[in-house]
């Protein structure tokens, strides 16, 4: 078997460790990309109107579980682990079926269906290696180009709603255009035009300078500002063992969630194992079992102990990808952050907090660099003209879904279930497009490219 | 890359180019509707209505085939039709400043394309062909949105451009979706094999179609003007020969103008990139030159014709290129402008017949581009660029509240996001070359 070699622009690989600051500053940096995603369990408590040390529970238990699965997800194959730095944040998959279930059942709802959530990725992560001729690597390019396409929709969307909210308060002026722009013109400019040292590290400088200044300007919302202000410096969350209410009725959304949660961590893995070795193609499906299994479990520990379902962070795997950074060291540093976090809501908060501007700066430039390394990824592994063929068909079907939501939410209740993300449509068309061509007879195929 | 089945210079036999030509009518009659829609807006009566689409028909069968010509047009197989990217720009004007307002602008625009004609095809290199990569994906993606709009959301596709915005959405038709399903899934289906692909989108729509109208989901919006219309007419021109100036149209008439030339250059050129050909200059100069006479003479008649943008994504999917495909193409367009209710029934293709069509075509033009983008070799700095480009183009689609502020904001643009992306790159490379990275 040919050794592969470690690709030249490589900056740090899975067993490679990076200097002491090196590190500190990097886990700071990843550590930003699952903390955006904190706002959705604040959105279900939101919904679910508990009292605050129940909601905090909530928020803190995630943070616990982040730390778990991203040591657990470090650790050597041999060690029970997968070998790879990912961290894992609440996942948008599981967003939408735990608000319906927070309204039909509450809390306790939410933690049975996610511990469900959690059985099937696991049992789907076992079951993968017998239908990976249906699921090939260039469907997981398919998955990663769309969650760019999110990634920047967020970004944008919370750019509006700056906009928004400063212009209709009156706010609004060419101080405050300066400031909504800052985050991501300090990002895209550090990235693109800075001097290569400040490439690694644009985007904590970018958020540190940004947040020097929105708190110096004046500009945090000051119902948020009030929050970070008034939070506790120690707090123990409150567990919710036991606690627990199961609904069939329920079962379907949940379980696509656990599988979309799998094909999403499939895309993931291939993106950074390929980024390790000059002309690497395929993948370790040993470390995408390990690492799926993983993931599973940690929906499964988080839905146990009181929170919402987890999938490994869209948003640090570009950033991985794109920094060309995978060292499995800085899952300890990581963890430790979010461990202590978890403990100091103040702490928490200034994360979850984040302004509107600085998440937009964050995810857009994110969006950008995951979609073209996707693309990469999907040409490289697309052999046929056929198969690349339905892979664009499947990307405009899944975009359509980002361009024409109400379209979708329109459709019969069983293909809503299936047509719920954009990442769930064009999943579906590629693999029934593909298992089409694996049954057709090679002699009736045209010639591919 | 597996080679064309006919290239640009290569002659099929008649009965091939014939069918190729069928197609591409039976796949484009939809755009018909954007005259209609355009008198209907302007509050023209039946006889000019009528009037206007005999004159889209008689100038777009008579441009396509001077595009055909080496000499004329450079020789390409560029289909002529009611122009999308002049469509807003026309509505924009005619509903605010007047029917009289409309030559004028679009004559100036006209002008510029003259220079741009000129001043384009000295471009070559790595840069034009990440541009016109941009360009293809940019039109892809919107020519696919707009398919998948028409494949569930069965309507007027007039509708899409008058509401000025993605988001025309009032109801979900799943029976008349089926039709538009089926469609996609033949030419799929068709695509597999060499032989069928030639035609897969005919035989696709073709399918589609008999089961639309056995399903009782023809469109019938436009059934009073089908039936206002005889069978045979002489082509009769709608000329208005009396104007007026409206200088805040000026930049916009421009930078309409120098998309329509910038289309035009990537349809080119992506015609040779696929035939394995470098760029011919001078074959592209003759076709930016026949572009903008085109739009010149057009402009007289409200509604301007152009090159289809879209042509080059059907050619992608039955690998056929051939510029003599455009003589038939031409001639079919001139019997439709003397059969004007045979042109009008062609309207009666179920709207998600027509919808699945685009979506395969709009696929096939983001395939193509991404062939194009070349991003394996692509250095480092300009790959950044060009993913920051494409995300925020795509984010002005995705993100309704701000496709909602541009499309209000630029109202008089088709596809504000092909244009933003044209902008944001030239800038960012600009930027990019001051600092020295362009090539690292």
């Known amino acids: 078997m040919t050794k592969l070699r470690r690709a030249n622009n490589l900056l740090y690989g899975f067993n490679e460790r990076p200097g002491f600051w090196t590190t500190i500053v990097l886990s700071l940096q990843f550590m930003l990309f699952p903390s955006v995603s904190l706002v959705f369990p604040i959105l279900l408590v939101s919904h679910a109107h508990v009292d605050p040390i129940t909601a905090a529970s909530v928020i803190s238990i995630s943070m616990m579980v982040i730390a778990v699965v991203t040591v657990w997800q470090s650790l050597a194959l041999r060690r029970g682990g997968s070998g790879l730095f990912f961290s894992p944040s609440n996942a948008p998959p599981y967003l939408a079926p735990s608000l319906a279930a927070v309204s039909i059942g509450g809390l306790p709802l939410v933690f049975a269906m996610t511990m469900f959530a959690g059985v099937v990725q696991i049992i789907f992560s076992q079951v993968l290696r017998w239908i990976q001729d249906y699921f090939p690597t260039e469907i997981a390019g398919l998955v990663l180009l769309l969650i760019a396409v999110e990634l920047a929709t967020v970004g944008l969307a919370q750019y509006h709603q700056a906009y928004v909210a400063t212009h209709f308060t009156g706010h609004f002026s060419g101080e405050r255009a300066l400031l909504l722009l800052l985050p991501i013109v300090l990002v895209l400019g550090l990235s693109i035009y800075g001097p290569k040292l400040l490439r690694l590290y644009a985007v904590v400088i970018a958020v540190v300078v940004s947040y020097i200044v929105f708190l110096s300007a004046g500009a945090m919302d000051p119902n948020d500002w009030h929050i970070i202000t008034t939070a506790q410096w120690f707090f123990v969350p409150h567990m919710s063992i036991g606690h627990w209410h199961f609904d069939p009725a329920l079962m379907i959304p949940f379980a696509l969630g656990g599988i979309i949660c799998g094909f999403k961590l499939v895309g993931s893995v291939v993106a950074i194992q390929n980024i390790q070795f000059e002309d690497h193609d395929g993948h370790d499906p040993r470390q995408i079992r390990r690492a799926n299994m993983i993931d599973g479990f940690g929906t499964l520990l988080a839905g146990f102990l009181g929170s919402m379902g987890l999938n490994v962070s869209s948003s640090l795997v570009a950033s991985s990808v794109a920094e060309r950074v995978s060292a499995r060291v800085l899952a300890y540093p990581l963890a430790t952050i979010f461990f202590l976090a978890s403990l100091c809501p103040k702490f928490s908060m200034m994360f979850v907090y984040l302004p509107k501007p600085i998440i937009a700066g964050i995810l857009v430039p994110l969006g950008c660099s995951l979609f073209l390394s996707s693309l990469k990824m999907l040409l490289k592994h697309a052999k046929t003209a056929y198969s690349r063929f339905t892979l664009a068909i499947a990307f405009i079907l899944g975009l359509s879904q980002n361009v024409y939501p109400a379209i979708y939410k329109d459709m019969p209740h069983i293909v809503h279930l299936f047509a719920g993300s954009s990442i769930a449509i064009a999943a579906i068309f590629a693999l029934l497009a593909n298992a089409l061509y694996l049954h057709v007879p090679r002699k009736q195929r045209s010639a591919d490219v | ?440």
């Not at chain 2, 010509?69 to 509505?91: D, E, K």
């Not at chain 2, 009289?100 to 004609?117: D, G, K, N, T």
Request: hydrophobic share 55%; charged share 5%.
């Open chain 2, 1 to 440: 890359m597996q080679p064309v089945q006919y290239a640009i210079d290569t002659k099929p036999r008649p009965w091939t180019q014939c069918l190729l030509a069928m197609q591409f009518i039976y796949k484009f009659a939809l755009l018909l509707v954007l005259p209609v829609v355009l008198a209907k807006t302007l509050q023209l009566n039946q006889s000019q209505t009528a009037s206007l689409l005999s004159t889209v028909l008689l100038l777009s069968g008579i441009a396509s085939m001077a595009f055909a010509n080496t000499r004329l047009g450079g020789g390409y197989f560029l289909p002529v039709q009611a122009s999308i990217p002049y469509f807003a720009l026309v509505l924009y004007i005619g509903k605010n400043y007047g029917l009289a307002a409309i030559m004028p602008l679009v004559c100036l625009a006209a002008i510029f394309q003259f220079f741009f004609a000129w001043v384009l095809p000295r471009w070559h290199g790595q840069l034009l062909r990440e541009m016109v990569a941009v360009m293809l994906m940019m039109l892809g993606i919107w020519a696919g949105m707009l398919g998948v709009d028409e494949l569930y959301h069965p309507g007027s596709l007039g509708n899409i451009f008058v509401h000025g915005s993605m988001f025309a959405y009032q109801h979900l038709d799943i029976a008349a979706s089926v039709p538009g399903i089926v469609t996609l899934l033949i030419v799929v289906a068709l695509f597999f094999t060499r032989k069928h692909r030639l035609h897969a989108i005919l035989y696709a729509m073709l399918a589609g179609s008999v089961i639309g109208w056995l399903l009782h989901t023809v469109p019938t919006s436009h059934g009073h003007y089908t039936n206002a219309v005889t069978w045979l007419a002489w082509p009769h021109l709608l000329l208005i020969m009396h104007w007026q100036w409206h200088w805040s149209m000026l930049v916009p008439a421009i930078l309409v103008g120098f998309i329509a030339s910038m289309q035009t250059l990537t349809l080119t050129y992506v015609m040779h990139h696929r035939c394995e050909q470098q760029p011919d200059q001078s074959r592209q100069r003759r076709a930016l030159f026949l572009s903008a006479l085109t739009t010149l003479v057009s402009s007289v008649a409200v509604m301007p014709v152009s090159i289809i943008p879209g042509s080059v994504g059907d050619s992608y999917i039955s690998n056929a290129f051939s510029r003599y495909t455009g003589y038939w193409y031409g001639v079919m367009m001139l019997v439709l402008a003397c059969m004007p209710k045979l042109a009008l029934l062609l309207l009666l293709i179920p709207a998600s017949v027509n919808g699945a069509a685009i979506i395969a075509m709009g696929a096939m033009m983001v395939l193509q581009a991404w062939h194009l983008l070349r991003v394996m070799t692509l250095p480092a700095m300009r790959s950044k660029v060009f993913g920051v480009v494409i995300i925020l183009a795509i984010g002005t689609l995705t993100v309704e509240s701000l496709a909602t502020w541009i499309n209000g904001h630029l109202p008089w643009l088709t596809n504000p996001a092909e244009a933003l992306a044209l902008v944001l790159a030239g800038v960012l490379l600009v930027l990019l070359y001051v600092r020295g990275g362009l090539y690292d």
